[in-house]
């Protein structure tokens, strides 16, 4: 059984556009976005480009969250955290979220995912165990820093700012590793 929308429990928010010119919402994602961290052929690793337009009125920060919920883990899988991403930006260019976060604007940062490292990892779904969805979502905030520490994890960074989500921009990716 596939878990449903991971954002449908949380309180309602305007919705805004979110489009990559690496992934298209509903495909599968590039093979450099795949895991090579954690081993799959050809994957690299890298974060995709993200741009986004029509954020409510009143945003003063941006947070990036990718999160697949079908990881057999029984708490899904964060795959990226960005946070405090200034009002101003509107993109984030492929592959920003390297070791060093060198792609994103001043201010914003990564947190450690659930492999805990603080960059992107791409996806690695287990083979056999059927399509996976990655849920990019682009946050906008009533407020300039969430004011998470940059050791948090994504959840903590998720239950931070639940108060503060003005608008939400979702773009959903694929994967799977067949058997």
């Given amino acids: 059984m596939r878990a449903n929308d991971p954002f449908a429990r949380l309180p309602e928010a305007a919705s805004f556009t979110v489009t990559s010119t690496t992934v298209t919402d509903g495909a599968p994602w590039p093979p ?4 090579g961290i954690f081993g799959v052929p050809g994957g690299k690793d890298i974060s995709p480009q993200l741009s986004w337009n029509g954020a ?5 920060s941006y947070a990036v969250t990718v999160y697949d919920p079908d990881a057999p883990t029984g708490s899904g899988f964060w795959h990226w955290a960005v946070a405090d991403i200034p009002a ?12 060093t976060g060198s792609g994103l604007p001043e201010g914003a ?5 659930d492999a805990r490292a603080a960059r992107y990892i ?3 779904p287990p083979a ?11 946050h906008a905030l009533d407020v300039a820093s969430v004011g998470v520490a940059a ?14 989500i003005l608008g939400r921009a979702v773009l959903i990716a694929t994967a799977e590793t067949p058997a």
């Fill in 109 to 113: 940062f990564q947190l450690p995912g």
């Fill in 88 to 99: 101003t930006t509107t993109e984030v260019p492929e592959g920003a979220g390297d070791d």
């Fill in 32 to 35: 450099e976005q795949y895991s």
């Fill in 151 to 164: 050791d948090a994890t994504p959840a903590v960074l998720g239950f931070t700012m639940a108060g503060h």
């Fill in 122 to 124: 791409g996806a690695a």
């Fill in 128 to 138: 056999g165990h059927g399509p996976h969805r990655y849920f990019v979502v682009v």
């Fill in 56 to 60: 409510p009125e009143g945003t003063k």
